[in-house]
């Protein structure tokens, strides 16, 4: 059966795999009521594990030092004490075929943002020859569709794995309907946006830090 991790481990997680998130996009990715995710901040806030900050009229809230410790803590004390000792095997397997697909996603976005110009150089994709875009769009979809597995066997031990397979869906059928943001788009709910928070959690679920592996996508 699935593990439902603790309510303030899932908030203190949400602001660590989206970077910087206000209240709203915290209880959304923890899976909260946006009142009960406010007062769970503030109490992580009072003990100096995340931090709020505006600039140009925008807020989020944002992990410390502190934050980040704790939130690696807590994690390991949730796979330590898995009542069906599954979930630590399950997340090292994860990591090990989540490597080559993220290789592939890699290549996928630099081929939607460059492609081969003359004299061997690269120009910006300015998106003229659908046969390309269509190609690395096919590309991502079997990334997406090779990932499935994996988060099965994720969800299927700890449940807030749960949506990324969505999430990842209609990122690329907005792709596919002529949204090329929604490739890797910054700022958006792009292919690349979810997948570099999917690849953030995996990360410190096993609690390896970034510049041990691959760099960020």
Known sequence: ???????????????????????????????????VA??????????????WAEFAGAGGWSLTERGRAEGERRLAVELATDPSGRAAAVVREAIAAFHPLNARLL????????????????DVNDHADAAWDARVLDELGAVVDGVRPVLALLTA???????????????????????GARVAGVGAASVHGVWMELHEDLLATA??????VDPRP
Request: with cysteine.
């Open 157 to 179: 031990e700890l449940d807030r794995f749960a949506g990324y397979d969505r999430r990842l869906d209609d990122a690329l059928a907005a792709a596919r309907a002529g949204d």
């Open 107 to 122: 290549r996928a976005c630099t081929d939607w943002q460059l492609r081969p110009g003359g004299g061997g150089r690269l």
């Open 1 to 35: 059966m699935t593990r439902e991790s603790e309510p303030g481990l899932r908030v203190l997680h949400a602001v660590r795999v989206q970077g910087t998130a206000d209240d709203a996009a915290v209880a959304d990715r923890a899976g909260l009521g946006r009142d």
């Open 207 to 212: 609690g390896i830090r970034r510049g041990e």
């Open 38 to 51: 406010h007062e769970l901040l503030l109490d992580l806030e009072a003990f100096g594990h995340v931090t």
